[in-house]
């Protein structure tokens, strides 16, 4: 089964910066990204990418801001998070598509999520 594991959250105050970083731990995995909630909103998209890297999509929120990037040979993500606001704050949850090779399809796997929090 896989499993992803987020670190890197934190409080930080507007206009800083924070990494965010994501472990798969599995096999079959393609597409990875990250998605934010916040309580009583429903989970948004921030930025995902390929698997070879190459193709990436972010939300327009965030767009010259956020970097996402990943190392294959590590199994993770991370989400390069700068210039901060405090309309970034929010629960941030990482995400694996797994690949399902007996119907072609894949499925996402949630990590725990890590809490970032933009305040002076």
């Known amino acids: 089964q896989v499993q992803l594991v987020e670190s890197g959250g934190g409080l930080v105050q507007p206009g800083g910066s924070l990494t965010l970083s994501c472990a798969a731990h599995?096999?079959?995995?393609?597409?990875m990204g990250w998605y934010c909630q916040v309580p009583g909103k429903e989970r948004e998209l921030v930025a995902n990418?390929?698997?070879?890297?190459?193709?990436?999509n972010y939300a327009d929120s965030v767009k010259g801001r956020f970097t996402v990037s990943r190392d294959n040979a590590k199994n993770t993500v991370a989400l390069q998070m700068n210039s901060l606001k405090p309309e970034d704050t929010a629960a941030y949850y990482c995400?694996?598509?797994?690949?399902?090779?007996?119907?072609?399809?894949?499925?996402?796997?949630w990590g725990q999520g890590t809490q970032v929090t933009v305040s002076s």
């Open positions: 995400y694996a598509h797994v690949f399902l090779p007996h119907n072609n399809t894949v499925f996402p796997v």
């Open positions: 599995g096999n079959s995995i393609y597409a």
């Open positions: 990418i390929n698997f070879s890297g190459g193709v990436t």
